[in-house]
């Protein structure tokens, strides 16, 4: 069965620390992994895509990293912000990259 | 920018009503798709376009239709809202560029009393 399990399912850190969120998944045949972030009250914007040939993305301080053998997948936010508190979803697209799988996300709180 | 809207950020409705929520795309995507997002079970797929006129079923159609009738606009309807219907509803879309990034528009809040 294709699933897509993220963790932890919620995380408080303070502000201008690092943190890493996990993702994996048992999703076949794979396509591309993607991350999420879904300000609260708002619809999920990309941060990252990564193909099976990819092992690392990054877009400022969000790092993505893929691991295609052992199928996981993790985000490093770096250097923490307050607007950095948000759910970050984790998804894995298959069968030629149009059918998707939705992780439940990780909540992220920064706190001040 | 890619720019998806959708008619209503927060709705109430009661049960047995008809209910239509509707999302614009403005970049000219094949593919369209609406999503219900519930506390800890992530994204699930209603119903997703690929075409004006076509529409295919995802995961969780029951209870929910969907109408097509031009390439930026796709409805969701409830026929006779239930509360069990009360969620977020997120409409994305999706070109064929290879990127294979959907854009969500801002979600639509609707409790069903």
């Known amino acids: 069965k294709n699933q897509v399990e993220q963790s932890p399912q919620s995380l408080i850190i303070l502000e201008g620390k690092n943190c890493t969120l996990q993702c994996n998944y048992t999703v076949s045949p794979f396509s591309n992994l993607r991350w999420y972030k879904q300000d609260t009250g708002r619809g999920p914007v990309s941060l990252t895509i990564?193909?099976?040939?990819?092992n690392t993305k990054s877009n400022g301080r969000y790092t993505a990293t893929l691991d295609a053998d052992t199928k996981q997948s993790s985000l490093h936010i770096t250097a923490s912000q307050l607007s950095d508190s948000a759910s970050y979803i984790c998804?894995?697209?298959?069968?030629?990259?149009?059918?998707?799988?939705f992780g439940a996300g990780t909540r992220l709180f920064v706190k001040a | 920018d890619v720019k998806v809207t959708q008619s209503s950020r927060y709705l109430v409705k009661r049960t047995g009503e008809k209910v239509f929520l509707e999302c614009v795309q403005d970049m000219d995507h094949e593919n369209m798709f609406w999503y219900r997002q519930d506390p800890g079970l992530g994204l699930r797929l209603i119903y997703f376009s690929y075409d004006v006129k076509m529409k295919e079923k995802g995961d969780i159609p029951e209870g929910y239709s969907v109408s097509r009738e031009k390439k930026e606009r796709f409805s969701l309807i409830l026929e006779s809202a239930s509360t069990n219907q009360t969620s977020m509803y997120l409409c994305?879309?999706?070109?064929?560029?290879?990127?294979?990034?959907?854009?969500f528009g801002p979600g639509t809040r609707l409790t069903v009393t």
């Open positions: 998804v894995v697209s298959h069968t030629g990259g149009f059918k998707t799988i």
């Open positions: 990564m193909t099976f040939s990819e």
């Open positions: 994305a879309s999706l070109g064929t560029g290879g990127t294979y990034e959907q854009y």
